[in-house]
């Protein structure tokens, strides 16, 4: 390669020089800005990535409302309990009796305790329609 003088001073010829052209950063700089889009484009393909996992993001989702559930379920669980004491508390024995004996009753043959549930919710219906005037 040649040397040559120019109006502003030596120009190679045929070749690039080492030295940074006007305006660019030198080779550190330019090392330094690759590593950083290396970084960048690695962590958008992983968001990407993480975005295009339906299976995984559905797992996630089904994970979190099943924990949301359980709590519900212990929270209503332990009303119930609460209720369960305070009828124990304040309902007489006999009245106790009969509807633990009833209970019972219904567990072992529960045909009939739907079929007189199926006719207290008709019942009902009935009652409620001649209130509200419609009978």
């Known amino acids: 390669m040649k040397d040559t ?9 045929g070749g690039v020089s080492d030295k940074p052209a006007a305006g660019t950063e030198g080779p550190e700089e330019l090392r330094r800005q690759i590593e950083e889009t290396r970084t960048q484009l690695g962590d958008t393909v992983e968001e990407l990535a993480a975005k295009a996992d339906v299976k995984g993001r559905a797992k996630a989702r089904g994970a979190e409302l099943k924990d949301r559930a359980s709590e519900a379920g212990h ?4 009303k119930a309990v609460r209720a369960g004491h305070v009828v124990q508390e304040r309902v007489p024995q006999p009245v106790r009796h009969a509807a633990t004996a009833v209970v019972q009753a219904g567990l ?15 019942a009902a219906g009935v009652l409620r329609r001649r209130r509200n005037g419609r009978g």
């Open 75 to 78: 929270s209503v669980q332990g």
């Open 108 to 122: 072992r043959n529960p045909k009939p305790v739907l079929i007189a549930g199926a006719g207290v919710v008709v």
């Open 5 to 13: 003088k120019g109006p502003n001073g030596p120009v190679e010829i």
